[in-house]
């Protein structure tokens, strides 16, 4: 620990004057504090001269009291507040005639886009629309389809797993409705399933621009705000699923949050050589944490930088005092100059616990809830 000292010369020429049967206290400005979770601060130094308390015209310029509180150290990640992992949702091949606005709702039933007016419509599932459908087939995909049929009214039908005549004529009247070609079949191009329901995130053609097979429209993304980051490996364990935590925003404000997904990935690998990559190693991985927030905040927020913060230690009903008042002693110990009612002090010998937010947790023989302590002055 390195003290910077503005007058060396008078403080040296201090400590060689007589002794005056009191304690006098030094100031020393120390950039860094040894233990985790205090910054920087002013401290005293005291040399002890006679073991007498010290009057009240020499007493501390600022003081504070001894209280008994919750100290917690917190750890804090950057992260960025949207809407999560985007869905690209590819096109066939067209002319984008009709495009969904961002943050449209997205819902069983919703239009997407069209391509040559030919509607691309969202509907709800977790098997993706790999095929085309038409009468004679089966499978767990008719039988998805069925049931989105059956959920936006369509009837005469039975919602299983062939798709029959019945369900062919149902088709048709959706068709109708939605202003599609009434072909009674659906092609693998005409559906998109989405596990549940989204918002429309971002735009990335034109109305009528040329699309090609696979190029993606739009993204769709999940319809809760969440708070994204990436965190070291070795935090992995502070942001587990259903960790509670709070969530910093732009301005300060605060709201709650709770981690929804972990997962570990690799970093892209840095490359060597032309045509050489480097292999990723245990050391390139970090890990995704999405992070859900309990009640949605101003939308106009989505996209800017906010803070993940979580608890991790916590001393409850202990004696707590600011870091300005500590002492450092003789020795490497530290102390607090406790004030007595007819303003004499008196240096306690303090041990340190839990430093968190300017504050540290202090135990020693005399002290009490209540003390008037002194403090570093500003």
């Not at 069983?108 to 969202?122: Q, W």
């Amino acid at each position: 620990m390195t003290a910077t000292l503005d007058h060396q010369d008078d403080l040296d020429a201090d400590l060689d004057r007589p002794r005056r049967g009191r304690a006098r206290l030094l100031w020393l400005t120390l950039g860094v504090i040894g233990v985790a979770g205090a910054g920087g601060a002013s401290w005293y130094l005291t040399q002890d001269d006679g073991g007498e308390p010290a009057d009240a015209a020499t007493g501390p310029a600022a003081t504070a009291e001894v209280v008994r509180d919750t100290i917690a150290a917190t750890e804090t990640w950057s992260g960025t507040l949207g809407h999560g992992d985007a869905l690209g949702i590819p096109a066939a091949q067209g002319t984008l005639t009709r495009v969904a606005a961002p943050d449209t709702e997205v819902t069983r039933g919703t239009e997407l886009f069209r391509l040559d007016e030919r509607p691309v419509t969202a509907l709800l599932g977790v098997i993706p629309m790999y095929r085309d459908l038409g009468p004679g087939d089966e499978g767990v995909d008719v039988e998805q389809l069925e049931a989105n049929l059956a959920a936006l009214g369509y009837t005469g039908f039975t919602a299983d797993d062939e798709y029959t005549e019945n369900t062919a004529e149902a088709v048709e009247e959706w068709q109708e409705d939605i202003g599609a070609a009434e072909t009674g079949t659906v092609a693998g191009s005409d559906v998109v399933f989405l596990p549940d329901g989204a918002r429309v995130g971002t735009v990335h053609a034109d109305l009528g621009a040329q699309v090609t097979p696979g190029s993606p429209v739009l993204d769709v993304t999940g319809t809760d705000q969440v708070a994204t980051l990436e965190v070291d490996v070795a935090d992995r364990d502070l942001l587990a699923v259903g960790t509670a935590v709070t969530v910093v925003l732009p301005g300060g404000a605060e709201t709650t949050g709770t981690v929804t997904a972990a997962t570990v990935v690799e970093s892209p690998p840095t490359g060597g050589a032309p045509g050489e990559e480097d292999a990723p190693s245990a050391e390139d991985a970090v890990v995704e944490v999405e992070v859900a927030l309990a009640e949605p905040v101003d939308a106009a927020l989505v996209g800017s930088p906010v803070d993940v913060v979580r608890p991790v230690d916590e001393r409850a009903g202990v004696l707590v005092v600011p870091v300005t008042a500590l002492l450092a002693t003789a020795g490497g110990e530290y102390g607090l100059e406790l004030v007595a009612d007819d303003g004499t002090t008196s240096v306690v010998p303090v041990e340190l616990g839990l430093f968190a937010d300017g504050r540290v947790e202090v135990t020693g023989d005399g002290l009490a809830e209540g003390d008037v302590v002194g403090v570093a002055g500003r």
